[in-house]
């Protein structure tokens, strides 16, 4: 059974950090890209960030890029967002995402050519 368990969400004020992680199982976590997407009320799921498989090839949305890191651990199957800096506009539910590693890194910024996901977890920024 395919289980991706997202954690770490909450409610922060403008500035702060939160670390998220994705815990994966049921599937070859070492062969699938790994993405983090969010969503927003009334807003399409938006991709956040990649991450290849062996963890050496990381993407950024631009709106992210210099505040969040993304890392994986292979020998755990798990998968991190760290946020810095974080704005009233990062409040969104967070989801992480996998696919078979098959194409270049761009293809997986389409939420829909993503196979596996989470259940989201929510991250609320105040100013």
């Known amino acids: 059974q395919v289980q991706l368990v997202e954690s770490g969400g909450g409610s922060v004020q403008a500035g702060g950090s939160l670390r998220l992680s994705c815990t994966a199982s049921?599937?070859?976590?070492?062969?699938?890209?790994m993405g983090w997407f969010r969503q927003a009320p009334g807003n399409e799921r938006e991709w956040v960030s990649s991450i290849n498989t062996g963890g050496d090839d990381t993407r950024y949305a631009d709106s992210v890029k210099g505040r969040f890191t993304i890392s994986r651990d292979n020998a755990k199957s798990t998968t991190y967002l760290q946020m810095n800096s974080l704005k009233p506009e990062d409040t969104a539910m967070y989801y992480c995402a996998a696919a078979y590693t098959r194409f270049s890194w761009s293809y997986y910024t389409d939420y829909r050519h993503l196979t596996y996901w989470g259940q989201g977890t929510q991250v609320t920024v105040s100013s």
């Open positions: 049921g599937f070859t976590y070492t062969s699938y890209y």
